[in-house]
């Protein structure tokens, strides 16, 4: 493998960017639409610290699934990156909606100073937003955008701009001679990232290869879920030239029918770039990319977050955290794909 690319992160690109590549928007005044909301919650939170001034502040952080590669990252960044006089309380949802929000119920119970939320449902969780509003404690959401309710701002990688940097790489990687291929998207009906992953990517493929033929488009869970589904894929087009998956789970599942049904000659690009991704990528093989994020940023940007918070600063309403393409050769970003 070459060398590869010196990682330059960018910790928060700006709200205009992030806007612009979510498919999901809020109704006026919901979630952090509204400066004055989002300025109110932060007084609140600078008025609560000065009252406890000299004492230690605490974070509670109720993450979707602690057993998951990504999340124990997002985990390291708010541990690595905690000031001085700060401590965190942890809680694994483990994929329940209801024990997630019995942990906020807890945490507001023993009133900490701010939450870090990543919700295991983003309907679900406006309940939790709205009883950290009733006891004053601002919540800073991260990976998963809430559909409503109050929050001080939303912290997440990219997942657009992501879909549209897997269709570039891909057009000028894979199909440089082919102005009409044959693709497979596997998503999760779910996850509002998986819809704006497929979305940037159906977008942008479309306007780089108008004539670009879309086979199917199939939604799943866990790894074995994919492989049946691409097996069926498989057998049902001769032609198929790639497998966009939504994350990892997409994507080794496909790899998985692809080594068993002996068909090398389709390729996959993944959205997450784990580390048995990056395994399967280095083998030169049908995994050819997947799209990195960079989830100890995120947790760094969520702890950043909530120290301005609760110094009374107003945030943006989004704050997105850049996201790269993994590839045998190196990380691309969006600036080495521009055309």
């Given at each position: 493998?070459?060398?590869?690319?010196?990682?330059?992160?960018?910790?928060?690109?700006?709200?205009?960017?992030?806007?612009?590549?979510?498919?999901?928007?809020?109704?006026?005044?919901?979630?952090?639409?509204?400066?004055?909301?989002?300025?109110?919650?932060?007084?609140?939170?600078?008025?609560?610290?000065?009252?406890?001034?000299?004492?230690?502040?605490?974070?509670?952080?109720?993450?979707?699934?602690?057993?998951?590669?990504?999340?124990?990252?997002?985990?390291?960044?708010?541990?690595?990156?905690?000031?001085?006089?700060?401590?965190?309380?942890?809680?694994?949802?483990?994929?329940?909606?209801?024990?997630?929000?019995?942990?906020?119920?807890?945490?507001?119970?023993?009133?900490?100073?701010?939450?870090?939320?990543?919700?295991?449902?983003?309907?679900?969780?406006?309940?939790?937003?709205?009883?950290a509003e009733e006891a004053g404690i601002p919540v800073i959401c991260v990976d998963m955008k809430p559909t409503s309710g109050?929050?001080?701002?939303?912290?997440?990688?990219?997942?657009?701009?992501?879909?549209?940097?897997?269709?570039?790489?891909?057009?000028?990687n894979l199909f440089a001679d082919n102005d009409s291929p044959s693709i497979a998207l596997l998503t999760n009906s779910n996850?509002?990232?998986?819809?704006?992953?497929?979305?940037g990517f159906k977008d942008k493929i479309t306007e780089l290869l108008p004539d670009v033929e879309i086979v199917a488009e199939?939604?799943?869970?866990?790894?074995?879920?994919?492989?049946?589904?691409?097996?069926?894929?498989?057998?049902?087009?001769?032609?198929?030239?790639?497998?966009?998956?939504?994350?990892?789970?997409?994507?080794?599942?496909?790899?998985?029918?692809?080594?068993?049904?002996?068909?090398?000659?389709?390729?996959?690009?993944?959205?997450?770039?784990?580390?048995?991704?990056?395994?399967?990528?280095?083998?030169?093989?049908?995994?050819?990319?997947?799209?990195?994020?960079?989830?100890?940023?995120?947790?760094?940007?969520?702890?950043?977050?909530?120290?301005?918070?609760?110094?009374?600063?107003?945030?943006?309403?989004?704050?997105?955290?850049?996201?790269?393409?993994?590839?045998?050769?190196?990380?691309?970003?969006?600036?080495?794909?521009?055309?």
């Amino acid at each position: 493998m070459k060398k590869m690319w010196v990682l330059t992160l960018t910790a928060a690109m700006t709200a205009g960017m992030m806007l612009a590549g979510c498919g999901e928007g809020k109704s006026e005044g919901s979630g952090s639409s509204s400066g004055t909301e989002a300025g109110s919650q932060a007084a609140q939170a600078a008025e609560s610290a000065a009252g406890d001034e000299g004492g230690e502040k605490v974070i509670g952080v109720s993450i979707m699934n602690l057993q998951a590669e990504f999340f124990q990252d997002l985990r390291a960044g708010i541990e690595e990156n905690l000031p001085e006089g700060y401590s965190v309380d942890f809680n694994d949802a483990n994929n329940d909606l209801n024990k997630q929000l019995s942990a906020v119920e807890n945490f507001c119970a023993n009133k900490v100073d701010a939450i870090i939320l990543n919700a295991v449902d983003a309907e679900g969780i406006v309940t939790a937003l709205d009883t950290a509003e009733e006891a004053g404690i601002p919540v800073i959401c991260v990976d998963m955008k809430p559909t409503s309710g109050s929050y001080v701002t939303y912290i997440g990688s990219d997942n657009y701009l992501g879909g549209e940097l897997a269709a570039e790489w891909a057009v000028q990687n894979l199909f440089a001679d082919n102005d009409s291929p044959s693709i497979a998207l596997l998503t999760n009906s779910n996850s509002s990232a998986a819809t704006l992953r497929i979305s940037g990517f159906k977008d942008k493929i479309t306007e780089l290869l108008p004539d670009v033929e879309i086979v199917a488009e199939e939604t799943g869970n866990t790894r074995e879920e994919f492989m049946t589904t691409a097996e069926n894929i498989l057998t049902a087009h001769s032609d198929l030239d790639l497998f966009f998956a939504y994350s990892e789970s997409g994507g080794l599942g496909a790899y998985d029918a692809i080594e068993s049904a002996g068909r090398e000659e389709v390729s996959i690009i993944g959205f997450d770039a784990s580390a048995e991704e990056q395994t399967a990528i280095g083998e030169n093989g049908c995994y050819k990319a997947s799209i990195i994020q960079f989830p100890q940023e995120l947790g760094k940007t969520c702890v950043e977050a909530v120290e301005s918070t609760l110094s009374g600063e107003t945030l943006e309403n989004e704050i997105g955290v850049e996201v790269g393409v993994y590839t045998a050769d190196g990380i691309v970003y969006a600036s080495d794909l521009e055309q």
